[in-house]
């Protein structure tokens, strides 16, 4: 498969329509695809935004012409599994072979809003496979213009189809940084996400995921591996580790963070973090070739595409230099 870097806009930080326009941008500056995460909430108020992910990408589809994901919506508390089945239908109708599925086990930043019970971590990835299940029968049954019906351990679905498909349906990756769904990620779903970590740990989950792949006589070389690359550019070091603090203290903070509710409770937190906390978890400089290769090292290690998230608010800056001086410089 060929290299892609995309852009990771971040319906967080940035209102929807600035988010079309710098997307766009990114576009004309060598930059492939979009991708951007289904957040009710922002991670601190200091971000200050939280746009609901299926209008952007649909503006997004008439601005641009790459590809275009939510990496990654949860499709089992805020939706139920055959909302987000619509959801993606409808869009890979109208931008026809653009559109992917990304899916994750959710977070409660996001997930406790409809004041659900909020489960530990296996019963959230139990929920996922089922959820994934739930989707897969409603795209291959709608396009075979059939009903399909579920009723399983966490959901339950009336005989029913989606009744706008394309022509073929979307492809599912699955959001993780554990093994053990990396694993059944391998088995249930057509690629696999993740985030920027020590080569090392990646590796582990390629090999995971490699190997629940070929559990079900899939080829995992044809099976995308995504990596969302977080990181902080600005003209100076001292302006990008400012920049790091103010809008992605989460980044520096070494903790699982899926059971924290609020956004004041992650910026009660982020007090704490410290300029140390970020070695070895984000690049911070000033220096574009710095930044390039460390994205470099994850092209090595086998991914496909790649979407880079900036996460101080200079996003047109970042995208000129980037799409001049780091880009056409990668090699696959």
Do not use: C
Not at 93 to 104: E, N, S
Not at 173 to 194: F, S
Not at 197 to 213: H, M, N, Q, R, V
């Amino acid at each position: 498969m060929d290299l892609t870097i995309g852009y990771a806009a971040a319906l967080e930080q940035f209102h929807p329509t600035e988010v079309v326009e710098i997307s766009a941008l990114a576009e004309e500056h060598g930059f492939s695809g979009v991708m951007a995460a289904d957040h009710f909430q922002p991670w601190t108020p200091s971000q200050g935004q939280a746009a609901f992910v299926w209008n952007v990408l649909s503006a997004l589809g008439e601005r641009t012409r790459g590809d275009l994901g939510p990496g990654v919506t949860a499709p089992t508390f805020r939706w139920h599994p055959a909302m987000v089945a619509q959801a993606s239908a409808t869009l890979a109708a109208m931008y026809p072979g653009r559109h992917w599925l990304g899916l994750g086990s959710g977070e409660a930043l996001n997930e406790h809003v409809t004041a659900s019970y909020w489960p530990e971590a296996p019963e959230r990835i139990n929920r996922m496979f089922e959820a994934i299940e739930i989707i897969r029968k409603l795209f291959t049954a709608s396009l075979a213009g059939k009903d399909a019906k579920h009723s399983g351990t966490f959901y339950k679905l009336e005989s029913t189809r989606l009744w706008t498909m394309p022509e073929e349906a979307p492809p599912i990756y699955v959001a993780t940084g554990g093994p053990v769904t990396a694993r059944r990620a391998g088995k249930h779903a057509d690629g696999l996400i993740t985030v920027g970590a020590p080569l090392e740990k990646i590796s582990g989950l390629f090999d995971k995921f490699t190997s629940g792949a070929r559990e079900v006589g899939k080829d995992p070389e044809t099976m995308p591996k995504i990596l969302q690359l977080h990181m902080s550019w600005a003209e100076t070091d001292e302006e990008a580790l400012a920049n790091a603090l103010d809008q992605w203290p989460n980044g520096g903070m070494k903790f699982p963070k899926a059971d924290i509710r609020s956004p004041f409770d992650f910026a009660a937190m982020a007090k704490l973090v410290r300029p140390e906390d970020f070695e070895g978890r984000m690049v911070i400089s000033a220096d574009p070739d710095v930044h390039r290769a460390e994205i470099q090292k994850y092209v090595d290690l086998g991914f496909d595409r790649i979407y880079l998230h900036n996460v101080g608010r200079n996003q047109r800056e970042w995208v000129e230099v980037f799409g001049r001086d780091v880009l056409p410089k990668l090699v696959r």
